[in-house]
């Protein structure tokens, strides 16, 4: 009787419902989209004072751009492409330090870099319902990335610099949301809560002096800081 009651249990099927094909889908097969997301960012400091840190003079800015495009392979499923470009500059003229008898200053700093990324991505829409207007879904991502940078202090008795590159392989899982406003747009709004990260990273200081260095990370990493929003257009 013990035998039978196993034999029964690893024969009980659970349904969750993926398998079925629902009489409306929320993302019919044959479905494209694309969009993505795109911000720009500047700074001027002109004698400016943060906590503990003073007479601040720095320029600098922040751009990226994220493009997406996917394809439903089947009803509430979809693969897809996803690319990004970042560029950052900072420009330190000057700024002081001080905390309790510890003074310090930095001037004449500069550093700018850019970042390639390209990533494949499966989506799983999750309808709440017969909704058609508003659902959950889960991305997983599988690509890498590469960023390259310089660097140099030109505030000593002589200029020092250094040039770095850097390569990533990542393998992510960000769910989010989606809610369109019209029959073709729609907004997403997505966090990633597990990462599978391999990086390494090449250096060249004042071209002679090599370094690297290497670090892998794994695990459950929900930062609700950095939500990420995008709009995106379907279309068949």
């Known amino acids: 009787m013990l035998f039978l009651g196993a034999v029964s249990a690893e ?3 659970y349904d969750r419902g993926y398998e079925a094909v629902p009489s409306s889908p929320f993302i019919t097969k044959g479905t494209w989209s694309v969009g993505g997301t795109a911000k720009y960012s500047q700074h ?10 003073s007479d ?5 800015f922040n751009l ?6 996917m394809y439903a392979i089947k009803d ?8 990004s470009y970042g560029r950052s500059m900072l420009d330190l003229a000057s700024a002081d330090l001080g905390v309790a008898t510890l003074e310090m200053s930095a001037a004449d700093c500069y ?5 390639y990324s390209a990533y494949g991505v499966f989506r799983a ?16 991502h599988l690509g890498g990335s590469f960023k390259q940078g310089k660097a140099f202090n030109a505030g000593g008795e002589y200029v020092t610099g250094t040039y770095n590159e850097a390569y990533t392989i990542q393998l992510g899982v960000d769910p989010g949301f989606i809610a369109f406003l019209t029959d073709r ?42 939500l990420g929003v995008g709009v995106s257009y379907y279309f068949l």
């Not at 509430?76 to 690319?83: H, I, K, S, Y």
């Not at 550093?111 to 970042?115: D, G, S, T, V």
């Open 125 to 140: 829409y999750i309808p709440f319902g017969n909704s058609k207007r508003v659902a959950m879904f889960a991305d997983l």
């Open 44 to 53: 001027i400091n002109d004698n400016y004072n943060l906590l503990v840190i």
């Open 111 to 115: 550093q700018i870099q850019h970042k």
């Open 64 to 69: 990226s751009a994220n493009p997406k495009v």
């Open 56 to 60: 601040i003079n720095s320029t600098g």
């Open 185 to 226: 747009l729609a907004v997403e709004l997505n966090v990633g809560v597990f990462g599978v990260n391999y990086s390494w990273q090449n250096q060249i200081h004042n071209q002679v002096e090599h370094g690297n260095s290497q670090s892998a990370s794994a695990g459950f990493m929900v930062n609700l800081l950095a």
């Open 76 to 83: 509430n499923m979809a693969v897809g492409l996803e690319f």
């Open 11 to 13: 024969a009980q099927h």
